[in-house]
């Protein structure tokens, strides 16, 4: 189990050593790669990048900040039928965006499609790749299983010259997709499957998003990877768990090249997963597609388009990284972890305003009409720093539906017909009246207010029961308020036999609040900007904000689930 009672630091950073930090240790003590420590991010470009890809590039650019190395942004771009400019351009703006810079180290697979032809060719010449035109079922049926050697192809017998030639032919397009495939000769009744003559070339007559129409075959993503990072002088390759048993595979490959000593050193860890969510970059796109939200960067989405426009910020999502740790084992993180670790960030940073996301109307009858005044409000009570400003305050206001009950419960502290409660920095005010419509709803509340009460406090030692929060009507923004709640209702959606996981999603994961009323404070806030909409959670400007329409995001609740927990263990 991973610890998570690890306490930020003053900038609220936690930092924590690991296993991969303890192997790089020992490599520079051993004085291995003349003490370089050089990592990569690959992401391959089918996709917005998730918070699982968040916890490779934290783990990948903080090894190189802590050991003074560097790291290169590598692009996987292998297949390209299902690789896109926009997901270049996206996973470019992510990374930078959570606060890394890959310099001038910005590179691409398709970088070395030459170089890897090159080094196919060689392999052949050297007796050690073959091409095989059997169909792929065939070649399939002849793998054998992990406890049954799999058998050899009819094909592994070919001359070079033949090889050279059919290779040349499938490079030029002669041959259609499908027909053969390049394979490395290396051992079809190795116990690991991977080496039982791996494809290392296929044919795809598809557009390239860098390299155009010139090529009609392609390096499978296991004959480029190994390589990529050989000829960027990677000192150490990190990468999730499954790709332990690859690990023969690129070695050998780097063997035949015959080149230097030099090897990048891979190391294995377990890969993000979060309950609640679905984090494989193909459901993601299923999620897109068939619209059930409204493109990559939906809020509910857990991609970092997603939190971000959610209202992340990019030290929550750094700090939830360093907090999760790097293990050798699989497990399942709780999501409210993720929303603890921006819900602590913002209690630093957020300033506070007060909203009201469902109003009620208040008239304060003793109040004179066409006054106003301005009260002074505190912008952040964990950081004196960032001082006070004006709230105004007039006869009309609007409170929360919610704060009023008419019959409360004998548990109900807020406010009823005779009860006296405070307004936040305001005054205590007492209900009098309830004025309802002809079908007996209730429209507005009259109530008196205490002019000795000025500031919220109490003039003579009396006491009330409940702080309500508050904005002036005549000077309220009015705005739109997205509410959000997971987009599965079950923990573990991708875990069902039988059941798709959009089964599971959550038909109230969006709702819409379109009589919202904001303190004028938040007038001209920029996109992203962050609030806390006091007692109702962590609140930012949609991109979809405009002048006359602000639109606000609620990024998280005030209440801490994980916290709870977390104290209940103790
Ligand atoms: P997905 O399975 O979600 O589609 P992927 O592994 O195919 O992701 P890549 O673009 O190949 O996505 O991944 C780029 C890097 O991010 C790889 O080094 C991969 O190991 C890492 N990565 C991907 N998903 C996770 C995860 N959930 N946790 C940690 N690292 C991850
Ligand atoms: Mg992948």
């Not at 790291?71 to 292998?78: C, S």
């Not at 921006?342 to 009858?365: C, D, S, Y």
Request: charged content about 30%; aromatic content about 10%.
């Amino acid at each position: 189990m991973a610890e998570y009672n690890n306490k930020p630091d003053n900038e609220g950073t936690v930092k924590k050593a690991n296993f991969i930090h303890t192997q790089i240790t020992e490599d520079l003590k051993a004085g291995k790669n003349e003490k370089r420590v050089h990592t990569r991010f690959p992401p391959e470009p089918n996709g917005y990048l998730h918070i699982g890809h968040a916890k490779s590039i934290c783990l990948n650019f903080g090894i190189a900040e802590k050991f003074g190395g560097k790291t290169n942004l590598r692009f996987d771009d292998t297949n390209p039928s299902k690789e896109e400019t926009e997901y270049v351009e996206s996973i470019k703006e992510d990374v930078r965006w959570l606060g890394f810079d890959w310099e001038d180290r910005l590179y691409f697979a398709s970088d070395y499609f030459e170089k890897l032809h090159d080094f196919a060719i060689k392999l052949i010449k050297d007796g050690k790749a073959y091409v095989d035109d059997q169909d792929a079922e065939t070649i399939s049926n002849q793998k054998g299983t992990p406890t049954r050697p799999g058998f050899e192809s009819p094909c592994r017998t070919r001359s070079v010259e033949e090889n050279l030639d059919l290779f040349a032919r499938m490079t030029n397009g002669e041959f259609d997709e499908g027909s053969c495939v390049l394979r490395a000769k290396i051992d079809m009744a190795s116990p690991n499957m991977h080496m039982r003559d791996p494809i290392i070339y296929r044919i795809m007559k598809a557009h390239h998003h860098r390299t155009g129409d010139k090529w009609c075959v392609y390096p499978m993503y296991d004959f480029a990877h190994g390589q990529s990072d050989y000829w960027e002088g990677i000192t150490h390759s990190i990468c999730t768990l499954e790709f332990e048993v690859h690990r023969p595979l690129y070695d050998w490959f780097i063997d035949q090249l015959q080149e230097t000593d030099y090897r990048p050193r891979q190391i294995e860890f377990a890969r993000l997963n979060l309950n609640y969510t679905v984090m494989s970059k193909r459901k993601l796109l299923e999620l897109v597609k068939d619209k059930h939200v409204n493109g990559w960067d939906d809020p509910r989405m857990p991609t970092i388009s997603g939190l971000r426009r959610r209202g992340y910020t990019p030290e929550s999502i750094r700090n939830f990284s360093d907090r999760i740790g790097v293990t050798k084992v699989d497990g399942v993180i709780d999501v409210t972890l993720l929303e603890h670790s921006v819900k602590e960030h913002l209690n630093r940073t957020a300033q506070r305003v007060m909203g009201v996301i469902n109003p009620l109307k208040v008239v304060i009858t003793n109040y004179p009409e066409n006054q106003s005044e301005e009260l002074d409000a505190v912008n952040n009570p964990e950081d004196a720093s960032m001082g006070s400003r004006k709230v105004p305050f007039s006869k009309e206001l609007y409170i929360e539906r919610d704060d009023f009950m008419e019959d409360p419960p004998r548990k109900f502290f807020r406010l009823g017909p005779g009860r006296e409660v405070r307004l936040r920095y305001a005054y205590f005010v007492t209900c009098n009246d309830v004025i309802k419509d002809a079908n007996g709803n209730i429209t507005e509340l009259h109530c008196t207010y205490d002019p000795a009460s000025k500031g919220g406090n109490s003039p003579d030692g009396r006491k009330v029961k409940a702080t309500l929060h508050w904005v002036s009507a005549k000077h309220a923004i009015k705005s739109e308020v997205r509410m959000y709640d997971r987009l599965f209702r079950d923990e573990n959606p991708d875990g069902h036999k039988d059941r798709d996981f959009k089964e599971f999603l959550n038909p109230d994961s969006l709702k819409l609040l379109n009589d919202c009323y904001l303190e004028p404070f938040v007038q001209g806030a920029k996109t992203l900007d962050h609030f806390q909409f006091e007692r109702l959670g962590y609140f930012n400007v949609d991109p979809d904000s405009t002048d006359e329409k602000p639109v606000f995001n609620r990024t998280v609740q005030l209440r801490d689930s994980w916290a709870k927990q977390q104290n209940k263990k103790q």
